[in-house]
Nanobody
């Protein structure tokens, strides 16, 4: 299975941006996907995850209330809507997919996309 993340760019603090993750295979119930990000000089960290079957979500504390993860099962696409972006949100955003329940742990995910860069700068 292949994942393709897109939608990154350079925005000012306070702006919004929506990332997309296109998945080459259908994700029925029993699968989950997630977003992780890697800031310059730092390790990759959990951002959000969603269950394809139920739509249930989880977020890291740093993005809760600002970011929204969603999925379009008919199109096999996962989204990350990011509002009120700050410079701390800068990084490369990766999408991932797994067979199983939603998870915040990178090691649980079998398939990864190539990443899309988000830069928040004034």
């Amino acid at each position: 299975v292949q994942l393709q993340a897109s939608g990154g760019g350079t925005v000012q603090p306070g702006a919004s941006l929506t990332l997309s993750c296109a998945i080459s295979e259908r994700r029925p119930g029993g699968y989950a996907s997630g977003w992780f990000r890697q800031a310059p000089g730092s390790g990759r960290k959990f951002v959000a995850t969603i269950s394809w079957g139920t739509g249930l979500t989880e977020y890291s504390d740093s993005v809760k209330g600002r970011f929204t993860v969603s999925r379009d099962a008919a199109r096999n696409v996962m989204y990350l809507r990011m509002n009120r972006l700050s410079v701390e949100d800068t990084g490369t955003y990766y999408c991932a997919s797994r067979r199983g329940v939603k998870s915040e742990y990178m090691s649980d995910y079998e398939n990864w996309g190539q990443g899309t860069l988000v830069t928040v700068s004034s």
